[in-house]
């Protein structure tokens, strides 16, 4: 679990393909690794990721051919946003986001209005009806607050710092996205699929 609070910029410094699944070595971009051992859990571009090994500054993974096909971001030399799991002693400061991407957006405008940079996204068809205005969603794993929505269409608001903390400031129109809704509409529509039986006397 994580919070789409990004923790550090890290770059993919290699890439084997490996069939059709790829193992990547990760540049950390000063990330500490003090408290991360093998077999732990790292968001790259949202993505939830098991650290198989780990160096100075670096750290390796393997992808599998199924995440390489939902997901984007992942090409040698890809600047990333990293960050490690949630413990239950931290701070919520974004909105819980398990690493499972929901599918892939396209960026149609990013560009500065004011102070800020607003960025609007198209979502797959399917997904529009998770996506509400003034909720969350991540993209690329940075938690953002949802602004305005037009159909399929939706936009948010960048402030300074976020554009500074994360790899989002390297997006342009075309580029595409990984997405992740709000787990909460999530677990609303399965729950409303279901009937209850009515007591009866």
């Known amino acids: 679990m994580f919070t789409g609070i990004i923790q550090a910029i890290g770059r993919i410094h290699e890439y084997e393909a490996r069939g059709a699944d790829a193992r990547m070595v990760i540049e950390g971009g000063g990330l500490d690794f003090s408290d991360v051992a093998p077999g732990d859990s790292i968001a790259v571009n949202g993505v939830c990721l098991t650290a198989v090994s780990l160096a100075a500054g670096s750290f390796t993974v393997d ?49 500065r209005v004011g102070e800020s940079q607003l960025l609007e996204i198209d979502a797959p068809a399917a997904l529009a009806r998770y996506i509400i205005r003034k909720g969350s969603i991540a993209v690329n794993g940075v938690s953002l607050t949802v602004n305005h929505i037009d159909g399929a269409r939706f936009a948010l608001n960048l402030i300074p710092h976020t554009v500074d903390v994360t790899a989002l400031k390297h997006l342009r129109p075309g580029s595409r996205v990984n997405l992740e809704v709000d787990m909460i509409a999530r677990y609303v529509e399965r729950m409303t699929q279901f009937t209850h039986p009515t007591d009866k006397d």
């Open 63 to 111: 992808v599998s051919a199924e995440t390489l096909s939902c997901t984007e971001g992942f090409t040698p030399g890809a600047e990333v946003n990293l960050e490690k799991a949630l413990r239950l002693a931290d701070r919520l400061g974004g909105h819980l986001v398990s690493g499972h991407v929901d599918g892939v957006g396209t960026v149609h405008r990013f560009e």
